[in-house]
């Protein structure tokens, strides 16, 4: 896997950690309900924090309510969650680089930065393919 060289996962929660979360477009809000198998307002209740039309999830004891040791949504977790912590500003500048890899310990800060993108453009190539 591609992705094992620049990036695994350390399960350490730190980007589930914090009193605000990510925002769920309306894709990620049908797919969390689907996954949770529960009506939109049983899951809006329970577990989103909804500001205008800002839907984020609730947050517990300063982590996302989904956390315990690990995500208890995997499958139906926002694309933002998905994506962290490849996120494409990486390709765009190495400050985001060192700022990524300081917030989280599963990228490979082994490679150079420029070795790293390489291989980071190659998976989000192959992902391109995988949605197509
Ligand atoms: S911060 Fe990085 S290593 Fe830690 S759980 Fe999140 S993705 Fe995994
Ligand atoms: S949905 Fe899952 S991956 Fe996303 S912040 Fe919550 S616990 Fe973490």
Known sequence: MKVAKIFNCQRCGFCCQGETTVSLDEDDQRRMVHCLGLSVE???DRYWRVTGTCVQMKTVNGHCIFYNE???VHSGRPWRCGQWPLHPSILQDVMNFHTIAESCPGINTTLGYEEFCTIL???MADEKKVCC
């Open 42 to 44: 049983e899951v809006r």
């Open 70 to 72: 690990g995500c208890l």
């Open 121 to 123: 453009r190659e998976v």
